[in-house]
């Protein structure tokens, strides 16, 4: 009517805008199809709660169940190498090409059975324990000397016991510079000696803080594979899951740092610790509430003579029957032993 009205008076009528362009409206239309051009199911009202109605599994206070914890990891030192009986190896071949002494590949064999029996719970023959439900995951530093451990340990695993291996240059030994002249070496360790084992960085090389750095990171990524169960094959429930066992082949101070890390000991505690003999193993194994502790296998006794103190062994008794995500809080190194104004 008002533009019959304009055309009456001579005015010509403007164009009727429309709220929205053809081009918006197919826009908008295809917001409800998928890639293909197919429309999307819409969910009718309440359809989401009903299904959780039927299946409390889905509701977000039952999350699914987390994937068992490997059984035990088990830190293993290389065997006895050709740089442990002749230190000038080290300035003429680099070290991480230095390997084993033949007394090395034979403490390789033996720790490999040792952990068999360990593994399987009795000293039988793989075919007589073939029933048993186990098996073994490696990670290896790249060095010559854990490589050649890592096969004489396997020698006492069938194939179908090594869920796998993983090569891991994170656990390397400590870096002391390159080729390494004997003589310096021997003042550069007495060096270390008086200026503290931990904080101690060799000409070119790597302090313990350097590797307690990487250490660091590689135990994230343990970690983070352990919550998410890449060690454990898909199976229709948890209790038909193999026990795993994770097996670090590594050298003496990475091995020491890692547990340092591991049970967030102090710097003056780690350097209480023993170095671990050529073929040794340190084991840690769930307790009674899933946490890691080294009193599971070894005997107070053991754990003294790797250096513990009585506070640590404390803790690891601590440990033994704690739940994972548990704090002790009467552990040095969350109390209130740091500070002197307590009475």
């Given at each position: 009517m008002a533009a019959a009205a304009m055309a009456g008076c001579g005015v010509p009528a403007a164009p009727v805008q429309h709220p929205r362009s053809r081009a918006t409206t197919r826009m908008r239309c295809r917001c409800c199809e998928d890639?293909?051009?197919?429309?999307?199911?819409?969910?009718?009202?309440?359809?989401?709660?009903q299904q959780q109605m039927y299946f409390p599994e889905l509701r977000p206070s039952h999350p699914p169940s987390p994937p068992p914890r490997p059984r035990r990891i088990v830190l293993v030192r290389h065997g006895q190498s050709e740089g442990n009986v002749d230190e000038s190896a080290y300035g003429r071949v680099p070290d991480p090409l230095i390997g084993l002494t033949p007394k090395g590949r034979s403490q390789a064999e033996d720790s490999g059975r040792?952990?068999?029996?360990?593994?399987?719970?009795?000293?039988?023959?793989e075919d007589e324990s073939s029933e048993q439900n186990w098996k073994v995951y490696f990670y290896v530093s790249p060095y010559r000397r854990t490589l050649e451990t890592l096969r004489g340990l396997g020698r006492a695993f069938s194939a179908p016991r090594i869920a796998g291996v993983r090569e891991e240059p994170r656990l390397r030994e400590q870096d002391f510079?390159?080729?390494q002249d004997r003589e310096k070496m021997r003042v550069e360790k007495e060096t270390r000696r008086r200026y503290g084992r931990f904080f101690y960085r060799f000409p070119d090389g790597e302090s313990a803080a350097d590797v307690y750095d990487r250490i660091t990171g590689f135990r994230e990524t343990l970690r983070a594979d352990i919550d998410i169960g890449r060690f454990q094959p898909p199976t229709p429930s948890p209790a038909t899951a193999p026990e795993m066992n994770l097996v670090l082949v590594s050298h003496g101070l990475t091995l020491r740092v890692f547990l340092m890390r591991w049970y967030k000991w102090t710097v003056s505690q780690f350097e209480g610790l023993a170095n671990l003999d050529n073929g040794g193993a340190v084991v840690m194994?769930?307790?009674?509430?899933?946490r890691y502790s080294l009193l599971v296998h070894h005997s107070v006794e053991e754990l003294r003579e790797m250096g513990l103190t009585e506070e640590m062994i404390e803790d690891q008794v601590w440990q033994s029957t704690a739940r994972p995500g548990e704090l002790n809080y009467e552990?040095?190194?969350n109390g209130?032993?740091?500070?002197?104004?307590f009475t």
């Open positions: 890639s293909l051009g197919v429309p999307r199911r819409r969910r009718a009202p309440g359809a989401e709660s040792r952990l068999h029996r360990l593994f399987s719970g009795s000293g039988e023959s510079g390159n080729f194994q769930t307790g009674e509430g899933g552990f040095i190194t209130p032993s740091f500070f002197t104004h």
